[in-house]
């Protein structure tokens, strides 16, 4: 003989852990604020501190490429022309993963350097302690509105 013992409000407990089980197995909508907040930082605090922000400070252009961009380009930062590095990153998120890049072609060399042309690296984006912690907290906020909603 097989009993079955049901402690009240046990089913709708099953119910609200399926419930959020399902949900865990998908974060998009906070991978996407995650990619909205660093294409955000990158184009606007990392450009303008010049990469002091990410404690990557970009070396001064040089002397001469310094006046020449002054004239040709007045006002624009060292990475900058027409915008399109600072403005290029683009992101994609899916359930589990989210992936963001610059698609512009100089785009690794200045990230990178390139020493055998005297282009030295100049760091604009890095996922450092503090942006960390900031998807860390995007996360866990998701996941808590998740629970409470289950």
């Given amino acids: 003989m097989r009993m079955r013992i049901t402690i009240q409000g ?26 909205t907040y660093l294409k955000k930082f990158t184009e606007e605090d990392v450009f303008e501190s010049e990469g002091g922000v990410i404690n990557e400070k970009w070396r001064p252009l040089s002397v001469n490429y310094g006046y020449k961009k002054r004239n040709e380009y007045p006002g624009r930062g060292i990475l900058e022309r027409s915008g399109a590095l600072r403005y290029g990153f683009r992101f994609i998120s899916q359930p589990m993963k989210m992936k963001i890049w610059n698609p512009i072609e100089y785009a690794r060399a200045h990230q990178k350097g390139r020493p055998e042309i005297n282009l030295p690296a100049r760091v604009f984006f890095k996922v450092d302690d503090a942006r960390r912690k900031k998807i860390v907290d995007i996360i866990h906020k998701g996941f808590m509105r998740r629970v409470a909603n289950a």
């Fill in 10 to 35: 046990s089913d709708r407990a099953i119910k609200k852990l399926q419930k959020l089980g399902a949900g865990a197995k998908d974060f998009t909508r906070e991978l996407d604020e995650v990619g």
